[in-house]
């Protein structure tokens, strides 16, 4: 007896990767294990498909927060340097007005 992803139970044997289902089986289930076993791997492909693309997704957010965290590096080093910068003008200006004798 095997259980199927999707629920389905059959009972048989595998014979070249297709469930071989004895005939009486056959009558209550009137597709073809070639069939059955066809749609399901098109369903497996379908699966693996979409995940892909998830992952693809998934890239291409890392791609987006990567630069964003860059942007933001780089925002705050002009911030830094900016503030260095004030600051060194200030103590420029300060000391241009306070006139030291000297001596």
């Known amino acids: ?4 992803r999707n629920g389905e139970t059959q009972s048989g044997h595998w014979q070249n990767g297709v469930l071989d289902v004895p ?3 056959n009558a209550t289930f009137p597709v073809s294990p070639v069939g059955v076993n066809h749609s399901r791997v098109l369903n497996v492909v379908q ?18 927060v990567n630069r964003a965290v860059s942007a933001a590096n780089r ?4 911030a830094r340097t900016a503030a ?4 060194q003008n200030e103590i420029h200006l300060n000391n241009e007005s306070i006139r030291i004798p000297v001596l």
Do not use: C
Request: glycine share 0%; aromatic share 10%; proline share 0%.
């Open 84 to 87: 260095a910068k004030a600051v």
């Open 23 to 25: 005939s009486t089986q």
């Open 1 to 4: 007896m095997y259980t199927f």
């Open 47 to 64: 699966e693996a498909r979409r995940a892909a693309e998830k992952a693809y997704d998934v890239a291409k957010v890392d791609e987006r």
């Open 75 to 78: 925002a705050a080093n002009a």
